[in-house]
């Protein structure tokens, strides 16, 4: 039914004639187009107004052509639907002026209507699917619940998450009862967006690699897992877990399809801690798109060789930096479409 299925393929582990691309945070501030609409419109006008969304989604594939499109919108409107204020400050990032840190904040959380509180998202995902008239598919995502848990405890960004791992270490059974609500609603918010359209999703465990191993397969691994579990049949699931590469050998046994790393593990060690037979999506420095585009296209050969064409989508190992110029995007592109391996 999709005309190029050459990422459905290679989630499903079958043979293709060169591995697909796209970049995490495609829909961004490296392109002009997006400039233009993000001067007119404030960050959550353009997430709910499902035209502008979807317009935002399509741009980047206008412009370079990728094997997948993913919805514009952000991890952060899922904590917001459950009853949690977040602002997106311009030149600052996310604003939480409420932090939950205690008991009687995590009963205040809600588990919502997602096709009440974001249903906006859902007609997005339609007005998108039209748009791409079935030429790729589309991909629908939200943060992990640890990841979410950072930002709702913290309050912002942070380069050490220290206030939401102290609310983890300190009271542990509010925030098992948060990380639990936040999947519920995740699982739910996930299942309505399949409905609506979607044809992958991937899950965004930005900071896991806050973590240390143990805590990270208690706090968040297992909430991972059990949205894996929810979602496994109904579309192929991608994890994503930056600087997760000490749990890779235990991810690699769950249903997910396809699993996320970054720049920091080479192919080599990333295969032999996976087991070898599971797709991996990744893994450029989104810092070296910095490199002349002859660089850049001879690194991209170069890491295909390496993880090999098969099982593999090509991706950044985090999401594309706004001062990118657009020719060496296009170099990025251009040298996976330009493959033969
Ligand atoms: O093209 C795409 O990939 C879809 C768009 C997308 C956005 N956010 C739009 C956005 C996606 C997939 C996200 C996910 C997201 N949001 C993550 C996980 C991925 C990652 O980068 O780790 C996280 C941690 C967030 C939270 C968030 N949203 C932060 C920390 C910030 C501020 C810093 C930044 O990157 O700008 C945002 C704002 C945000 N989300 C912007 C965009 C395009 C920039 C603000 C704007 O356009 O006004």
Known sequence: ???????????????????????????????????ALRDK????????????????????IRRYGMDAAILFSDILVVPQAMNIE????????????NPVRDQKGVDAVMVPDVDVELGYVMKAIKVTKQLLNDEIPLIGFAGSPWTILCYVVQGQGSKSFDMAKGFCFTQPKAAHELLQKITDTTIAYLKAKVKAGVDVVQIFDSWGGMLSPVDYQEFSWKYINQIIEALKDEVPVIAFGKGCWFALHEMAKSNASALGIDWTITAQNARYLTGGNITLQGNFDPARLLSPPAEIKRMVTQMIN??????????????????????NAKAFIDAVKEYKG
Do not use: S
Request: with cysteine; glycine share 6%.
């Open 86 to 97: 977040v602002q997106m400050k311009p030149n600052f990032g996310p604003y939480l002026p």
């Open 41 to 60: 419109y404030d960050f959550f006008t353009r997430c709910q107004t499902p035209e502008l969304a979807a317009e935002i989604t399509v741009q980047p």
């Open 1 to 35: 039914m999709i005309k190029n299925d050459l990422f459905l393929k290679a989630l499903k582990g079958e043979i293709v004639e060169r591995p697909p691309v796209w970049m995490m945070r495609q829909a961004g501030r490296y392109l002009p187009e997006f400039m």
């Open 306 to 327: 390496e993880f090999g064409k098969d099982k593999y989508i090509v991706n950044l190992g985090h999401g594309i930096l706004p001062n990118i110029p657009l020719e």
